[in-house]
Nanobody, 115 residues
Framework: QVQLVESGGGLVQAGGSLRLSCAAS????????MGWYRQAPGKQRELVAH???????NYADSVKGRFTISRDNPKNTVNLTMNSLKPEDTAVYYC?????????WGQGTQVTVSS
């Protein structure tokens, strides 16, 4: 089992920045990747960014150049630095931990960007 605890969401004006963090504990030795997804009201959950155990990353086109995902391996933490936020970035952001045959989710943290 893996437990994920997210922090860092909140309310910010358009053009501002936020940093989300996700701390993993439990059977984390089996990690393939960690990442962030988001779900806006009335929409499906979508990938924001992934960082794989080897360090490679991928981003949704809508956040490329504005968001950066990073991983602190000693602390078993993945961070998402979000710059130049837009109202359309408003959503609940979920941390994801991917291992062989299993996918774990955090409880979600609200990000609201006002125009």
């Amino acid at each position: 089992q893996v437990q994920l605890v997210e922090s860092g969401g909140g309310l910010v004006q358009a053009g501002g920045s936020l940093r989300l963090s996700c701390a993993a504990s439990g059977s984390i030795f089996s990690s393939i990747a960690m990442g962030w997804y988001r779900q806006a009201p009335g929409k499906q959950r979508e990938l924001v960014a992934h960082i794989f155990s080897g360090g490679s990353t991928n981003y949704a086109d809508s956040v490329k150049g504005r968001f950066t995902i990073s991983r602190d391996n000693p602390k078993n933490t993945v961070n998402l630095t979000m710059n130049s936020l837009k109202p359309e970035d408003t959503a609940v952001y979920y941390c994801n931990f991917l291992s062989v045959g299993r996918s774990y989710w955090g409880q979600g943290t609200q990000v609201t960007v006002s125009s």
